[in-house]
T-cell receptor
């Protein structure tokens, strides 16, 4: 079965600080995604990547950077964390884009104070 | 406007009752995925269903592309079915992302 892991599982950060969320997949998938979920809502796409060393913007990229140093690893970076970025963040991977199932990690709960 | 609309937003059942969750979409799609989100937050993929009907135990997913809708049927509900059910659309626009509905919060009472 597909395996996507995330670290940390939860984090408390201070406003203005730098936060890095990490994602690792062992599925040999080309595509990886970062979503955020706000309480009581569905998920929204922040960034995605279809090849190492390249990332693409999703629907809500402002305030976030992404890094894909290898096929297996995909990071989400908040250079200057803000209160509005308090949310649960999910990483996902898929074999290719479109027409293929996405597999999700367990999520990272981020609280910015 | 919102591309994916889920209904109902919340649903309370007595154990043993059936549930029908709906997802309507306003764009063409490659596929539809249904997820169960545990109270702790992790997502469990229930179905990947581009079209037609799929079964898994007490769960049935039906996607009708022409009518732009997908449904999730839960038969003989159990208290352990409680949680949030999310549908997600993979549009055929080539954007390679899932567009999520807001979810249905299901509570099954003993």
């Amino acid at each position: 079965e597909a395996a996507v892991t995330q670290s940390p599982r939860s984090k408390v950060a201070v406003t203005g600080g730098k936060v890095t969320l990490s994602c690792h997949q062992t599925n040999n998938h080309d595509y990886m995604y970062w979503y955020r979920q706000d309480t009581g809502h569905g998920l929204r796409l922040i960034h995605y990547s279809y090849v190492a060393d390249s990332t693409e913007k999703g629907d809500i990229p402002d305030g976030y950077k992404a890094s894909r140093p290898s096929q297996e690893n995909f990071s989400l970076i908040l250079e200057l964390a803000s209160l509005s970025q308090t949310a649960v963040y999910f990483c996902a991977s898929s074999l290719t884009g479109g027409e293929y199932e996405q597999y999700f990690g367990p999520g990272t709960r981020l609280t910015v104070l | 406007g919102q591309q994916v609309q889920q209904s109902p937003a919340s649903l309370v059942l007595q154990e043993g009752e059936n549930a029908e969750l709906q997802c309507n979409f306003s764009t063409s799609l490659n596929s539809m995925q249904w997820f169960y989100q545990r109270p702790g937050g992790s997502l469990v993929s229930l179905f990947y269903n581009p079209s037609g009907t799929k079964h898994s135990g007490r769960l049935t997913s039906t996607t009708v592309i022409k009518e732009r809708r997908s449904s999730l049927h839960i038969s003989s509900s159990q208290t352990t079915d409680s949680g949030t059910y999310l549908c997600a659309l993979d549009p055929s626009s080539g954007s390679w992302q899932l567009i999520f509905g807001s979810g249905t919060q299901l509570t099954v009472m003993p």
